[in-house]
């Protein structure tokens, strides 16, 4: 079964500028979460998708949004790119939550470098 | 005080030895206890998920939580070269799939 994909891999972006990823979950898994990894604040979860709605948001300002599609793909979008943003940007996608289980599987990531 | 605190190391140890990494929580609503191995530029790899208290062992890698103490730990016995990565604990409270994770310790097997 093929794992969770993410693109791009590698963005380089300018201040001021807006970025979309994109994220493939597993075949069969609906939900879908996003994250930030950086050196100095580790993982922290930026939001979560199921069927097409954003169920929990974290504690990032609006510039960060998403959207699920209903094949369950999903895209997250940073507007006005500041240098703080520069991260590894961490798609997880879990089995439907009724199953009662939560594990999360990440992808590759995409790592954004803005200058 | 962080949710989760995770001492990120680095531990360097010798090919064979038993590795122990820990991690300790303040939330005690924290259910669904989770252990990701991370090798440099990748995502994080699902290793161990355990259900609230208790011992669970998968091959070389054995998974405990107290929730008593609100400490989980992660044992790597007969550790390997390729056991070298950055090991990260998370939880759930199991009302969403929001992880709260630990920094991750750095782990360096030497052969």
């Known amino acids: 079964k093929a794992g969770v994909t993410q693109t791009p891999r590698y963005l380089i972006k300018t201040r001021g500028q807006q970025v979309t990823l994109s994220c493939s979950p597993i075949?069969?898994?609906?939900?879908v979460s996003w994250y930030q990894q950086t050196p100095g604040q580790g993982l922290q979860f930026l939001f979560e998708y199921f069927s097409e709605t954003q169920r929990n948001k974290g504690n990032f300002p609006g510039r960060f949004s998403g959207r699920q599609f209903s094949n369950s793909r999903s895209e997250m979008n940073v507007s006005t790119l500041e240098l703080g943003d520069s991260a590894l940007y961490l798609c997880?996608?879990?089995?439907?939550?009724?199953?009662?289980?939560?594990?999360?599987?990440f992808g590759p990531g995409t790592r954004l470098t803005v200058t | 005080q962080k949710e989760v605190e995770q001492d990120p190391g680095p531990l360097s140890v010798p090919e064979g030895a038993i590795v122990s990494l820990n991690c300790t929580y303040s939330?005690?609503?924290?259910?669904?206890f989770m252990w990701y191995r991370q090798y440099s530029r990748k995502g994080p790899e699902l290793l161990m998920y355990t259900y609230s208290s208790g011992n669970k062992e998968d091959g070389r890698f054995t998974a405990q939580v107290d929730k008593s103490s609100k400490y989980i730990s992660l044992f790597i016995r007969d550790s390997q070269p390729s056991d070298s990565a950055t090991y990260l604990c998370a939880m759930t409270k199991g009302s969403n799939y929001k992880l709260t994770f630990g920094k991750g310790t750095l782990l360096t097997v030497n052969p």
């Open positions: 939330n005690s609503a924290f259910q669904y």
């Open positions: 075949s069969g898994h609906r939900s």
């Open positions: 997880a996608s879990s089995r439907d939550p009724g199953q009662g289980t939560y594990e999360q599987y």
